[in-house]
């Protein structure tokens, strides 16, 4: 599992695209909310940690696609599926790399978008817990539906349909728990909720994901 | 127990569901005109609302089936899974459009109802966000199952689908009540509390309920009817063009 783990990292990191792309979006997200609603640091600084979650969502399903598409084409995926490493845990290890390639460089970028976006002093830090805590599930979530569509051609558009409704809840509570720790207001409630969709995440997906991988190798 | 699965059998399900869908559209044609008219012409309107309130004949049994439709696919779906039924699976395919039309009405009948009673079209209420957001777990769900070719892998992945969709469907539900306060009125049935609607509404709303509950059986009925009959011409001409090979 670690192998696999290293293996696709370093597919991420040398293939090209897959690494910087993700962030790269965001920055260009938050760069044009701003020619989008106008210049006031108020009215930003107001909606910067819904804007900023909104971005990290989009950043995350942008590469998707990758996950499983890739293996699924030249076969790697059945050599996985008949490896004593069980479905399961390629499942994750495959999200774990993901959420290494796309959701940790967003939290750890959140800051600085967060100040280009005029969110000073402790919203920067609740932007960036909330990510951290929620972005894990996003790679989760996202690998389920990557896994639903493997087989399908050009299955990216659809990708985006079934994910998205799935990521409601996430993004609910994080960007609740980065609004309210914004601006000062109690944000223990959203943020166990959101560590409780991640955990809940992290230990069921993988067993639909792994059985949608099998139906679409079958 | 092994003879009510003999009910799924493709067969037997053409020949019963035959014999049982000319008395029951009947049936589900006279409920819901009863309901309906008796709501529509003969209740009193209402204090406050004026004659805006009979829309509730068709709102609430049409949001009350979009809630049971989606209910009724994920145990279908199960079915599929577990016991590899065909007909079960067709039904689940048949019921998702039913239920997204069953959607669109009760959020087509809620807007013509807020823009007079909340002075607004829409509002980012739990109820109303919630319902968009199973009217968007209908699409995905449609959207799959005419993206797959493999008819078996299309029925195994919707029913993923169908399964993981229900539990983080309800818990949007609960998670947009934390989001938003709500503008929307409380349950107007339900079981175990005191009723919020008076009982010269009571009655036909019931009435039309029980018709929507028909209506669906019936038009599910239909459409699972044809679904199989689709994949009987369709495994016909497979096997025609295996003879002329």
């Given at each position: 599992?670690?192998?696999?783990?290293?293996?696709?990292?370093?597919?991420?990191?040398?293939a090209?695209?897959?690494?910087?792309?993700?962030?790269?979006?965001?920055?260009?997200?938050?760069?044009?909310?701003?020619?989008?609603?106008?210049?006031?640091g108020?009215?930003?600084?107001?909606i910067?940690?819904?804007?900023?979650?909104?971005?990290?969502?989009?950043?995350?399903l942008?590469?998707?696609?990758r996950?499983?598409?890739?293996?699924?084409?030249?076969?790697?995926?059945?050599?996985?599926?008949?490896?004593?490493?069980?479905?399961?845990?390629v499942?994750?290890?495959?999200?774990?790399?993901?959420w290494?390639?796309?959701?940790?460089?967003?939290?750890a970028?959140?800051?600085?978008?967060?100040?280009?976006?005029?969110?000073?002093?402790?919203?920067?830090?609740?932007l960036?817990?909330?990510?951290?805590?929620?972005?894990?599930?996003?790679?989760?979530?996202?690998?389920?539906?990557a896994?639903?569509?493997?087989?399908?051609?050009?299955?990216?558009?659809?990708l985006?349909?079934?994910?998205?409704?799935?990521?409601?809840?996430?993004?609910?509570?994080?960007?609740?728990?980065?609004?309210?720790g914004?601006?000062?207001?109690?944000a223990?409630?959203?943020?166990?909720?959101?560590?409780?969709?991640?955990?809940?995440?992290?230990?069921?997906?993988?067993?639909?994901?792994?059985?949608?991988?099998?139906?679409?190798l079958? | 127990?092994?003879?009510?699965?003999?009910?799924?059998?493709p067969?037997?399900?053409?020949?019963?569901?035959?014999?049982?869908?000319?008395?029951?559209?009947?049936?589900?044609?006279?409920?819901?005109?009863?309901?309906?008219?008796?709501?529509f012409?003969?209740?009193?309107?209402?204090?406050?609302?004026?004659?805006?309130?009979?829309?509730?004949?068709?709102?609430?049994?049409?949001?009350?089936?979009?809630?049971?439709?989606?209910?009724?696919?994920?145990?279908t779906?199960?079915?599929?899974?577990?016991?590899?039924?065909?007909?079960?699976?067709?039904?689940?395919?048949?019921?998702?459009?039913?239920?997204?039309?069953?959607?669109?009405?009760?959020?087509?009948?809620?807007m013509?109802?807020?823009?007079?009673?909340?002075?607004?079209?829409?509002?980012?209420?739990?109820?109303?966000?919630?319902?968009?957001?199973?009217?968007?777990?209908?699409?995905?769900?449609?959207?799959?199952?005419?993206?797959?070719?493999d008819?078996?892998?299309?029925?195994?992945?919707?029913?993923?689908?169908?399964?993981?969709g229900?539990?983080?469907?309800?818990?949007?539900?609960?998670?947009?009540?934390?989001?938003?306060?709500?503008?929307?009125?409380?349950a107007?049935?339900?079981?175990?509390?005191?009723?919020?609607?008076?009982d010269?509404?009571?009655?036909?709303?019931?009435i039309?309920?029980v018709?929507?509950?028909?209506?669906?059986?019936?038009?599910l009925?239909?459409?699972?009817?044809?679904?199989?009959?689709?994949?009987?011409?369709?495994?016909?001409?497979?096997?025609?063009?295996?003879?002329?090979?």
């Open positions: 599992m670690i192998a696999l783990l290293i293996r696709d990292l370093r597919l991420a990191v040398r090209g695209g897959g690494f910087g792309l993700g962030l790269a979006f965001f920055l260009i997200v938050t760069i044009l909310v701003p020619f989008g609603v106008g210049p006031e108020a009215i930003l600084a107001r910067a940690p819904g804007i900023l979650w909104l971005g990290a969502l989009l950043a995350c942008l590469s998707l696609d996950v499983f598409q890739l293996d699924f084409e030249d076969g790697t995926l059945d050599l996985l599926a008949t490896s004593p490493v069980p479905m399961e845990g499942v994750l290890v495959k999200a774990l790399a993901h290494l390639t796309t959701g940790l460089p967003l939290v970028a959140a800051p600085a978008f967060a100040m280009l976006m005029q969110l000073e002093g402790p919203g920067q830090y609740w960036m817990l909330t990510l951290a805590l929620g972005t894990p599930a996003l790679s989760m979530i996202g690998a389920f539906g896994a639903l569509t493997v087989g399908i051609r050009r299955g990216g558009l659809l985006s349909l079934l994910v998205l409704p799935l990521y409601v809840p996430t993004l609910i509570f994080g960007a609740e728990a980065a609004r309210r914004a601006e000062g207001i109690a223990g409630t959203p943020l166990l909720l959101l560590a409780g969709i991640t955990a809940g995440s992290l230990a069921l997906i993988p067993f639909a994901a792994a059985a949608a991988i099998r139906m679409n079958r | 127990m092994n003879r009510f699965w003999e009910f799924a059998n067969v037997r399900f053409m020949s019963w569901s035959g014999r049982l869908l000319p008395p029951l559209t009947a049936l589900a044609a006279l409920t819901l005109t009863v309901g309906l008219v008796w709501g012409f003969f209740t009193p309107q209402a204090e406050n609302f004026g004659s805006t309130v009979k829309i509730i004949y068709v709102h609430v049994p049409a949001a009350a089936m979009a809630i049971n439709i989606w209910i009724m696919m994920l145990v779906s199960l079915i599929w899974l577990i016991r590899r039924h065909h007909v079960s699976a067709l039904a689940a395919r048949s019921a998702a459009l039913i239920g997204l039309t069953m959607t669109v009405i009760a959020l087509g009948t809620g013509v109802w807020g823009e007079p009673m909340w002075g607004t079209w829409w509002a980012w209420d739990p109820r109303l966000t919630s319902f968009l957001v199973l009217f968007l777990f209908y699409l995905g769900y449609m959207a799959l199952w005419a993206a797959i070719e008819p078996d892998t299309a029925a195994d992945l919707t029913s993923v689908l169908a399964i993981v229900s539990v983080f469907a309800v818990l949007s539900r609960y998670a947009v009540n934390f989001w938003n306060q709500g503008l929307h009125q409380g107007s049935l339900s079981l175990d509390k005191e009723e919020h609607v008076a010269v509404y009571w009655v036909p709303l019931v039309a309920l018709g929507f509950g028909l209506l669906f059986v019936a038009l009925l239909v459409r699972t009817r044809s679904e199989v009959r689709r994949r009987r011409t369709h495994a016909l001409e497979m096997r025609e063009r295996m003879a002329d090979a």
